[in-house]
């Protein structure tokens, strides 16, 4: 799996990086399945806004995006988003196999 982080009128630190690291061990279970996961966290006016584009090795691509108003928290429901689209993308394709 190829992880790109990227940030837009906001720098990445490293404890961010750890932390966003840390929380995608959930989807380790997929790492075989996703090809590219790109991660942009944009800072705005009134908070961030944490968005990813993820690539299955079938071809198939999915746009996931959140706002809110602290970052970690944006993170970790960015997380639980991409969890439930992994597995739900594992499944299609495992009951078509």
């Known amino acids: 799996m190829n992880l790109e982080v ?6 990445i630190s490293d404890a961010t990086m750890e932390f966003l690291e840390k929380k995608l061990e959930r989807i380790s279970f997929a790492k075989d399945n996703i090809v590219d996961l790109l991660i942009t ?5 009134q908070g961030y806004s944490v968005e990813g584009n993820v690539h299955f090795r079938w071809g198939k691509s999915a746009h996931l995006g959140v ?5 970690y928290e944006g993170i970790e429901v960015f997380i639980d ?6 597995r739900k993308e594992k499944s299609k394709i495992k009951s078509h196999v």
């Open 41 to 45: 966290v944009t800072k705005e006016k």
């Open 6 to 11: 990227k940030g837009v009128h906001y720098n």
């Open 67 to 71: 706002e809110c108003h602290e970052l």
């Open 81 to 86: 988003k991409l969890d439930l689209k992994v």
